[in-house]
């Protein structure tokens, strides 16, 4: 008797192969969670609009008027809205990616393909309410007459460094959410509790000099302060040192869960 196993390719060179014959798949499940995101909802669209403006007035009155924090020449609600732009970006698709493979456990236990592809295409959807809130961040600048400059054309490497960091992070969760189901809870805690850790409702600059270094290992810092760098022209300066620790954390949280990921997927079927 002849038996056929198929297995998942364990070595990460062959991964990119892979991830490109099934890249039809990849657009499918893509467009699939776009559909889902916005079916039967009232008003569509508009919560990627009224969420981010809505946490803005939050954070604005909290910090800015009750805390009595500072923003410089740049109006507090803007220099907000652009730490809200990467921020709505990295939760957004860490919870969705951490929850993917549970969510779609019937195709992991039925069929092979680069299970990868599930907690990867739930950016896509992230990325969709990421375009739309920045059309409104467009249009807070021109209300307040606050254009950027040139630097806004590393805005896409930015959004790429915050891609990488929300999947790297993902792929764990993902990974570890289908042995130990309690990692359901701890991912909003973790988004929730990030949130007022990460400089999104003020700035960086009010962390004293000789801890700024320290908090960089927050890798969602350099990716919030290069998007206030980017947006609010020069207005907003970059601490080089921290931003480069970001992009190295990021990295290897990346690279680290595309590992670990690849090393666990072939025993989801089994404890799905």
């Not at 019937?106 to 992230?126: A, H, L, N």
């Not at 969709?128 to 490497?157: Q, R």
């Not at 999104?200 to 000099?209: C, H, K, L």
Request: aromatic fraction near 16%; charged fraction near 15%.
């Amino acid at each position: 008797m002849i038996e056929t196993i198929i297995e998942p390719d364990r070595t990460i060179r062959h991964l990119w192969r892979e991830l490109c014959e099934y890249r039809e798949l990849f657009l499918f499940l893509a467009w699939k969670d776009i559909l889902i995101r916005y079916k039967q909802t009232v008003i569509g669209a508009a919560w990627s609009v009224l969420r981010p403006l809505v946490l803005m007035v939050v954070l604005t009155v909290v910090f800015g008027w009750i805390a009595g924090l500072e923003s410089g020449a740049v109006p507090y609600a803007v220099m907000v809205f652009a730490a809200m732009l990467p921020w709505q970006f990295f939760g957004d698709t860490l919870s969705k990616s951490s929850e993917s493979v549970v969510a779609n456990a019937g195709m992991v236990s039925k069929v092979y393909f680069p299970r990868i592809i599930i907690p990867t295409t739930t950016m896509i959807v992230s990325l969709v309410d990421f375009l739309i809130s920045f059309v409104i961040f467009i249009l807070l600048l021109a209300g307040y007459g606050f254009w950027p400059n040139w630097k806004m054309v590393f805005v896409p490497p930015l959004l790429l460094l915050a891609a990488v960091t929300s999947l790297g992070l993902g792929y764990w969760f993902a990974a570890l959410n289908v042995r130990y189901r309690d990692f359901r809870s701890i991912v909003p805690f973790v988004v929730q509790l990030g949130l007022f850790a990460s400089p999104v409702g003020f700035s960086s600059d009010v962390i004293a000099g000789k801890w700024r270094l320290v908090y960089s290992l927050n890798p969602m810092v350099g990716v919030i302060d290069g998007f206030r760098w980017a947006l609010l022209g020069g207005e907003a300066q970059l601490y080089v040192p921290g931003f480069l620790i970001s992009i190295g954390l990021s990295a290897a949280l990346f690279a680290g869960g595309v590992i670990f990921f690849t090393r666990t997927e072939r025993s989801f079927a089994d404890v799905i």
